[in-house]
């Protein structure tokens, strides 16, 4: 499956943004989807993730109630809704797939990733 990630961009702190990821190749919804993001100079952080069904949801827990990840499987495409964004809030965020139902919060665990979008909050 390949993954492209848009949505990215320049947004004022309190404000909201929807990244998108719109998988192809492949059907989404074989798959366990998750977000994670990079600040520069830093690793890669778990988001989100959700599994096949968009049933079953994994958050970190520093961004429970900001964040939420969805997911359309009829068009191949998950969401990551971003509100009261902070500054902190600034990475690259990435979109991945897992094969397995693991929901796991380890950017090892996922097999493909798309390419990255910048988010940039200003202060």
Known sequence: VQLQASGGGLVQAGGSLRL???ASGRALRMYTVGWFRQAPGKERDFVAANN???????????????????????????????????PEDTAVYYC????SPRLSDYPSAYDYWGQGTLVTVSS
């Open 20 to 22: 998108s990821c719109a």
């Open 52 to 86: 096949w069904s968009g049933g079953s949801t994994n958050y970190a827990d520093s961004l429970k109630g900001r964040f939420t990840i969805s997911r359309d499987n009829a068009k191949s495409t998950m969401y990551l809704q971003m509100n009261s964004l902070k």
């Open 96 to 99: 991945a797939a897992d094969r």
